[in-house]
């Protein structure tokens, strides 16, 4: 972790004018703190630990005001400048790529400053808030780009230039984007992505349809003998399978002829008893089967569970907020998405890296939460010894840690360095374990 942190440091001294030598501080305890476990910007009060300290840039704990202060001053321009150079293209260059992009929502309390409104699913109204765009690769598991707007700014205002950012950055073989259903509120927002699909011949998009009551009678008025049966595993084990039937249909758009209809595969899941038959209809540009396709679009359930993590491991609602508190006018304050967009993206950023240090433990460690790996491995107490050439952090032995052996002989063989302490290279430790005595 403290390699790549020192990798988006040297890009971010490139990016940012560090006019009060607040940035090394400031970026490595925004990057560091979600990884220990500092939920609110606050607990930096609190915080007494020297090797945090020496770990963002200091011999002593950064302080709250330092670090807000760096994160409220962030120009938009700058932050997309590292943005761009720090987004991990690689996981999808002349690949396959299976990407899925959606929208997390911030909410915000504020009742002095008037920004826009969204929908809150986890309070299931529209409220005062702010989103994050993402762009998650299915086949990696890893964020590619984010983008900070305002709330009443949704998905199918930004699908098409977000598909475009990875079709020209990433340049993957072939492009298969997924999206909810907040990208194709409108039919125009639908064709806008069909017409990008039929520019670009490396592109399919599939779209989950809103459900409208014209549109669902429709589709509810196919004839049975379209529909093919599959029985899928039920929820639990020994539990019953589920029956979901599956039908080929076109959609024609608004204001379109016939032959300009979007194919639509329609899934209707069987509920047992008195329960309504569930509808999940899909639009897409593939022609593929459509079992393979419901199955591939099922797979954007990870980029959800991601923003689980981000929410409850790694404290993404905690992000400072993009309206300006210094504006004139509170009812129309300024929008700076640099803060927001910045913390943002650094979550994203430490996601990846805990995702990819997770994959390099031997075991079953892939695919381990943030608040799995802290608690076994993250914060664990030692003791720090300094000499003139060497940071040597010597954990104290704890059950498991052999796990870590293969981790840290490729740490210290990377010999990384802190220039903020005279350049010495830091040496991680574990303790061995007691041998036995032999007799009695």
Known sequence: MLGKALDWLAVAQDCFTDDYGTLT?????????????LERLWHLDDMEDLGFALLTGGRRCPSRQGIGGWRRHLPWYEVDAFCRRTCPWHLVRGDDALVSFDEHTIPRWTKKFRIGKGYVTTRNKYMRCEKLFYSYSINA??????????????????????????????????????????AGKADAHVRALWN?????????????????????????????????????????????????????TTTVLKGESADQGV???????????????????????????????LTVFRTRQHEEQAFRVGVYDAFLDAAPCAYDKESPDRKRPRFHRGPLQMIGWLIALVYNAVGD????????????????????????????????????????????????????????????????????????????????????
């Open 25 to 37: 501080r400031g970026l490595l305890t925004s990057a560091f703190a979600p990884i220990v476990g």
């Open 141 to 182: 598991g890893r964020f590619l780009a984010v983008r900070a707007a305002p709330g009443d700014c949704g998905l199918a205002d930004l699908a098409v230039p977000l598909v475009r950012q990875i079709l020209d950055s990433g340049r993957p073989r072939t492009l298969h984007a997924l999206f909810d259903a907040g």
């Open 196 to 248: 990008l699909a039929g520019e670009e011949s490396r592109l399919d998009v599939t779209l989950r349809a809103c459900r409208y009551p014209h549109r669902l009678r429709q589709w509810k008025q196919l004839p049975s003998g379209l529909f093919v049966s599959i029985a899928e595993p039920g929820v639990c084990i020994d539990a019953p399978p589920k029956e979901i039937r599956l039908a080929e």
């Open 263 to 293: 194919r639509t595969l329609v899934c209707r899941e069987i509920a047992p008893g008195p329960k309504k038959d569930r509808w999940h209809p899909l639009y897409t540009t593939s022609a593929g089967f459509p079992e393979d396709l």
């Open 357 to 440: 240090f997770a994959s390099a433990l031997p075991g079953d460690f892939a695919g381990c939460h943030v608040r799995t790996l802290r608690r076994r491995f993250f914060d664990r107490p030692g003791t720090l010894y300094q000499t003139p050439e060497a940071l040597i952090v010597h954990l104290d032995r704890f059950g498991g840690q052999d796990t870590l052996a293969p981790v840290v002989d490729a740490f210290n063989a990377a010999r990384h360095r802190l220039p903020w302490l005279e350049n010495r290279q830091v040496v991680i430790s574990l303790t061995p374990p007691t041998q036995s005595r032999a007799g009695p």
